[in-house]
């Protein structure tokens, strides 16, 4: 598939006829200098974008003929996001975070607050859910933020240079948490440029002016 | 996502900004509230017109005697003479034949005197006339009787005086009735008392009247005068006023040896002054309304403004709702409810702070409260949030989740 943006006069090729096909239950990580697309990625993978031209199939059905609501419940049932900067909802407790996509789903009030609780807890958070997200560390603030990506039990993950704002410690906590997540069996799609980080992948492509320049599998870096 | 649900989010979204929501509710509080008073007040002062008209008396018709006044058409031609009413004219307007709409006729003979109780003196108005002069005027005996016409015939030197008369000339606890009061070089002996009236809408004290007969006022206080000042003409009934003022035209036209489109007197029908006044009111009370109504409106543009405020600050999380799953309703009905939310407690406070403006008295004007214009100033600031908040919601509805994640 391809993607491209009209930026003024200029049209910009984000994604240059990349094939890319992402098995249940694996673990990629997606590298690439800023710029190379690998957000473009994410954001079709994610049916927060569609491609220019191409297809994407997703479970097996093709998102381009998904209409727009069709698409939201996708997105709130099949992928949690992850982002660099975190986005949990100002002035918003973590746990009131982590509920919100399972309210969109319409799951009732007490039954969220278990489901809510249970990823909050299985992120370690368990005692900052009253927490808001000014009142918690990097580290804790993507936490949560995995936790809500997770509290609609999708089956996969896409995270956006998740560690891009944490401190080393927190980075291998995160992926610690990624990783147990994938042997849960869930797909997890990481794009960083962080090679440690991609390390703890099972699969590494590597995107460069839009293309796929190298796509291999490796050996895991276990989690702590 | 249940109504509810909506409704705690909103009110979080409120109350992360306390003062502008504050200030957006207060531009419709002071809309809705500026409604209900202001037509509180408009409603209140035609009532106000009304009581005083009715206590008039709807069935009433003036005649001025003009010349006394030194002005109208009475120059044309040669009508130059001073034109009076007279005794004759009364006689002809009581006739019944010539006037079948026409009940009483009193004719009024009023001069400006100082009545004496022992050492109390009081400047009042002495008004001569006849019997029914006070149930045409709508006055009421408090005690004692009215002057009758054997005290017309008899030329009796008897008065009925009003309460401010009373109070200044006799001290409390002592009956004015059967006590002689000193009208010039004349001595007048009470024979009644007038219950209080009040102001007229002239804002006139009706109570400061002496009324005796008028041959007693032509003998003793006038000087022999032939003529009247004015004269009440009370018709049948309400629905018959119009026909006595033409049949009173017509009579004094023909005494006077002229058309009524000429006659040398005014004639004032109360019927047509209470219309009048009350499309007048009607008018003021609309005016009012409208103008209210504008400040409701500019209540309502605060809420639009303020929505497109908070939709453009947060964008960026109106792009986190959407990529974990949010659809456009449940982001429409989010904003939206937020902007009904800030027009209904605007709208609540505004009745409230209505119903509390209006119980005070405002230029003079003891307001009345229309029930009607409560439920229309509520459900119009209603409709206002949902009018000026659909577009600022459809706008955060329709952000692309891409555009509006990358928003900074």
């Known amino acids: ?224 | 996502m249940n109504g509810l649900e909506n409704v705690r989010i909103s009110l979080r979204g409120l109350a992360a900004n306390k003062l502008r929501s504050g200030l957006t509710v207060l531009g419709v509080l002071i809309g809705v509230g500026a409604v209900i008073v202001l037509v509180a007040v408009g409603t209140g002062s035609s009532q106000a017109v009304q009581n005083r008209l009715k206590a008039l008396g709807t069935n009433t018709i003036t005649i001025l005697n003009r010349g006394r006044f030194g002005r109208g058409p009475s120059t044309t031609g040669t009508q130059t003479q001073a034109a009076s009413i007279t005794t004759s004219d009364v006689k002809d307007l009581e006739d019944r034949t010539q006037a079948p709409d026409i009940a009483t006729v009193s004719p009024v003979l009023s001069t400006s005197l100082t009545g004496t109780y022992g050492s109390a003196t009081y400047a009042t108005t002495v008004t001569g006339t006849t019997p029914t002069y006070i149930g045409a005027e709508d006055y009421q005996i408090a005690g004692g009787r009215n002057i009758t016409a054997a005290d017309v015939t008899a030329h009796s030197q008897v008065v009925v005086l009003g309460q401010t008369v009373v109070s200044n000339l006799f001290s409390p606890g002592v009956n004015p009735i059967g006590q002689q009061v000193q009208f010039g070089s004349a001595r007048f002996s009470v024979v009644g008392v007038l219950a209080a009236k009040g102001s007229s809408s002239a804002g006139q004290n009706q109570d400061d009247v002496a009324i005796v007969p008028y041959t007693a006022a032509q003998d003793q206080l006038t000087g022999y005068a032939t003529s009247f000042s004015e004269l009440i003409v009370q018709s049948t009934s309400a629905q018959t006023i119009d026909a006595a003022e033409q049949e009173a035209a017509s009579v004094l036209a023909s005494d006077n040896r002229t058309t009524t489109a000429n006659l040398p007197f005014t004639i004032i029908n109360q019927g047509s002054l209470e219309s009048a006044s009350a499309s007048t009111n009607q008018t003021f009370t609309v005016l009012l309304g409208a103008v209210a109504a504008i400040s409701l409106l500019v209540g309502g543009i605060g809420i639009m403004n303020i929505m497109l405020v908070t939709v453009t600050e947060r964008t960026r999380e109106v792009g986190i709702r959407k990529a974990i799953g949010a659809p456009k309703s449940a982001i429409l009905s989010q904003f939206l409810t937020e902007a009904v939310l800030l027009s209904l407690i605007g709208g609540l406070a505004g009745v409230a702070a209505g119903l509390i403006g209006s119980r005070f008295r405002i230029v003079g004007v003891t307001p009345v409260v229309a029930p009607t214009s409560i439920f229309e100033a509520f459900a119009v600031s209603v409709a206002i949030g949902v009018f000026f908040g659909f577009y600022p919601a459809h706008r955060a509805a329709s952000l692309s989740p891409i555009d509006a994640l990358r928003y900074e």
């Open chain 1, 1 to 224: 598939m391809s993607k491209r943006y009209a930026m003024g006069d200029i049209e910009v090729h984000a994604l240059r006829k990349v094939s890319l096909t992402v098995e249940r239950g694996e673990f990629l990580a997606v590298m690439g200098a800023s710029g190379s697309g690998k957000s473009t990625l994410m954001h079709i993978i994610g049916c927060l974008d569609v491609p220019t031209s191409g297809r994407y199939w997703l479970d097996g059905v093709d998102v381009r003929l998904l209409e727009e609501n069709m698409l939201s419940r996708v997105r709130n049932r099949k992928i949690g996001f992850v982002f660099q900067s975190f986005n949990l909802i100002p002035r918003t407790s973590a746990l009131a975070n982590v509920e919100l996509p399972l309210t969109y789903a319409g799951v009732g009030a007490k039954d969220r607050r278990r489901r809510a609780l249970a990823a909050l807890e299985a992120v370690g958070l368990g005692d900052r859910k009253d927490h808001q997200p000014s009142e918690m560390s990097g580290g804790q603030q993507q936490r949560a933020a995995v936790a809500r990506a997770i509290a609609t039990n999708p089956a996969i993950l896409l995270a956006d240079e998740p560690t891009g704002n944490l401190d080393s410690a927190a980075t291998a906590e995160m992926m610690g948490i990624f990783a147990r997540l994938n042997a849960e069996g869930r797909t997890v799609v990481v794009i960083t440029h962080e090679p440690e980080v991609a390390g703890f992948a099972g699969r590494v492509v590597r995107l460069r002016d839009g293309e796929i320049v190298d796509d291999h599998r490796q050996a895991r870096r276990a989690g702590r």
